[in-house]
């Protein structure tokens, strides 16, 4: 298990190393971020001060390896527009973005697997098929073309919700959440709401199709044959098997939108991560841009990193080579 876990460990290692070349390259070749952050009115020798404040002098390579040594030590730079840690504007960033998913998920689930169970234990009825038919309109209609709609009918004709913002907050050991205002919950069911489609979908295909497989095995037919109502044989025995790859599967979602929930974000104004990431974009400003990307790579690094190391310690069919058995 020990050399499991350190050759796990070493591709993580790896992968951020990979990573990090790759974004600082691609954002160094985005445009010229002296063109956005000095006026054309200043003189030649203030630009040339700013372009050496910032290291912008450098060769690229130079640059990367002064950015790699800050970073090995929790330093991921300082944003060319707010004159902050990257770090700490991502991180002022988090609380909004974590209670938008947070919700987002809760009602992926709490509508997506009764509608997965009942598409699932009478496949070939008509409300099972149209459960299915509108999960393929849950992944394929766009984000933003959603977030659009949404505001269209709840905002605009109905006038029911606001359109952007974060609305009221209140602060819960000092970290401001709307969560718990209803103010704050209205500014939130449209962008939670176009979250959740699609994942909702996600969520009715895979409970579906597990009950499907599940209502086919030994262990429900014997439960049948020993007269166990239908309702306990799907609440004790199906349910408790289908949610597994469910709560696997949810738990990746959840850290993709965490990281990349940046359309919906912009559409409805969230002022979250995501709607960051687009204005540093915009804006140039790279060490934001290198520091979203490093620590969205490292939550999904620590994320699977954890699945297989629980995947080898849990499951015996499974050697350590990552192999079955």
Do not use: C
Not at 17 to 46: C, K, M, N, T, W
């Amino acid at each position: 298990m020990t050399a499991y876990i350190l050759q796990r460990l070493i591709q993580s290692v790896l992968v951020l190393l990979a990573v990090s070349v790759v974004v600082f390259l691609a954002v160094y070749g985005i445009g010229d971020p002296i063109e956005l952050l000095v006026p054309p009115q200043v003189s030649a020798a203030e630009r040339t001060a700013m372009i050496q404040r910032l290291g912008l002098d450098l060769p690229v390579w130079q640059q990367y390896l002064g950015f790699l040594g800050k970073a090995l030590k929790g330093d991921l730079g300082v944003s060319f527009v707010h004159g902050v840690p990257a770090v700490d504007l991502i991180l002022a960033r988090l609380p909004a973005t974590f209670e938008l998913v947070l919700l987002a998920m809760s009602l992926a689930a709490v509508i997506g697997i009764p509608l997965g169970l009942l598409a699932g234990l009478n496949p070939e009825s008509r409300p099972s098929r149209a459960i299915m038919a509108g999960t393929i309109l849950g992944f394929s209609l766009p984000s933003f073309w959603k977030g659009m709609m949404l505001i269209l009918l709840f905002s605009v004709f109905l006038g029911w919700l606001p359109t952007a913002g974060r609305g009221e907050t209140v602060s819960v050991f000092g970290i401001p959440t709307s969560l718990l205002t209803f103010d704050g919950l209205k500014h939130l069911a449209l962008p939670a709401l176009n979250l959740a489609i699609p994942n909702m979908a996600l969520m009715i295909r895979l409970v579906a199709a597990g009950t499907t497989e599940a209502m086919t095995q030994d262990y429900v037919k014997y439960a049948r044959a020993k007269g166990v109502r239908r309702k306990r044989i799907v609440g004790r025995h199906v349910l408790r098997n289908i949610l597994i790859p469910v709560v696997t599967v949810a738990g990746m979602e959840f850290g993709s939108l965490v990281a990349f929930s940046t359309i919906t974000e912009t559409v409805f104004a969230w002022p979250g991560m995501g709607k960051l990431l687009i204005d540093s974009i915009y804006q140039l400003d790279r060490p934001v841009v290198v520091a979203y990307v490093m620590l969205a790579t490292l939550l999904f690094v620590a994320v699977n990193f954890l699945v297989d190391i629980l995947y080898a310690a849990l499951d015996p069919r499974v050697k350590l080579t990552g192999e079955m058995a």
